[in-house]
């Protein structure tokens, strides 16, 4: 079967907002503050991310109209 550009930016986006969701709760658990605080750079680096590829999605969507 063969994946669009599409399709695999919207599995992209998929992957990044399960990053997001990953790093938030190992944040939650996180003992040591200083790994807190990476994974709550990743959290934002994965958030910058998911707005990439949405907007690349939009771009898509609106190019096929």
């Known amino acids: 079967m063969s994946n669009t ?3 695999i930016i919207r599995m992209a986006l998929e992957r990044e907002k399960q990053a997001v969701r990953d790093y938030t709760e190992f944040a939650k658990t996180a003992e040591d503050p200083s790994v807190r605080e990476m994974f709550l750079f ?3 680096e994965e958030k910058r991310h998911v707005k ?3 907007e690349e999605i939009e771009k898509e969507v609106y190019q096929e109209m």
């Open 5 to 7: 550009p599409i399709d």
């Open 42 to 44: 990743l959290i934002e």
């Open 52 to 54: 990439l590829l949405q």
